[in-house]
């Protein structure tokens, strides 16, 4: 079956320092999106690619589909305190409703 | 605030229990979807509801079972539950209920599930 896998697990960065999640499919995606959830919070969209090779920026963070769409990035320029959470991804193959969740990597910013 | 409501936000039950999760979107969307969190485990799909329909159900065991008498209203009934169910139970609803058409999912706060 499908299965999305992301790396890091963990990651602790120095606030300013940049960080990157990637995440990788077995199975070619239809579409990806990505989620963070906050510590004792629920995920919250954060965004979704459709492309080949798509590139999206929002303020801080940049995020790409792999031209194979079966890989994607998450990209957080200088980071801040408020960017800590675990990030997840989410890629749905076609002709699913299902959404396979990535493990997520839990990110922590050290002021 | 995403639109979405769950109760109880927690829950402590026996393994003979029968108790009931309840969630409820405000955002107007025609699909909802119930997902466990477990620690150390990525998000796993339960059932997904489209039009009040189950289109999917992920291999869940029947001592879950899931019921939504209208687009707005989705319940997760347990009974029997093992400890090994205990988890975070997150509802959440998508606008489309179509499978062509790519979905943003909100989420709701969760019902935190101990099985003693």
């Known amino acids: 079956g499908q299965q999305v896998m992301q790396i890091p697990q963990y990651q602790h960065v120095q606030e300013g320092e940049d960080f990157t999640t990637y995440c990788n499919s077995s199975?070619?995606?239809?579409?990806i999106q990505w989620y963070k959830q906050r510590p004792g919070g629920h995920p919250v969209f954060l965004i979704q690619?459709?492309?080949?090779?798509e590139v999206k920026k929002q303020k801080r963070l940049t995020f790409q589909f792999g031209e194979a769409k079966k890989n994607s990035s998450l990209h957080i320029t200088a980071t801040q305190t408020t960017d800590v959470g675990t990030y997840f991804c989410a890629g749905r193959g076609s002709g699913t409703y299902k959404y396979i969740f990535g493990t997520g990597t839990r990110l922590k910013v050290l002021a | 605030e995403t639109g979405v409501t769950q109760t109880p936000r927690h829950l402590v039950m026996g393994m003979t229990n029968k108790k009931s999760l309840k969630c409820e979107q405000h955002?107007?969307?025609?699909?909802m979807y119930w997902y466990k969190q477990s620690a150390k485990k990525p998000l796993e799909l339960m059932f997904v509801y489209s039009l009040e329909e189950r289109v999917e159900n992920n291999s869940v065991p029947s001592r879950f079972s899931p019921e939504c008498p209208n687009s707005s209203h989705l319940f997760l009934h347990l009974h029997t539950l093992q400890p090994e169910d205990s988890a975070l139970y997150l509802c959440?609803?998508?606008?489309?209920?179509?499978?062509?058409?790519?979905?943003?999912?909100?989420f709701g706060p969760g019902t935190r599930l101990t099985v003693l």
């Open positions: 690619l459709v492309k080949s090779g």
């Open positions: 199975t070619t995606l239809s579409n």
């Open positions: 959440a609803s998508s606008p489309y209920p179509g499978l062509a058409i790519p979905d943003t999912q909100y």
């Open positions: 955002l107007g969307h025609n699909a």
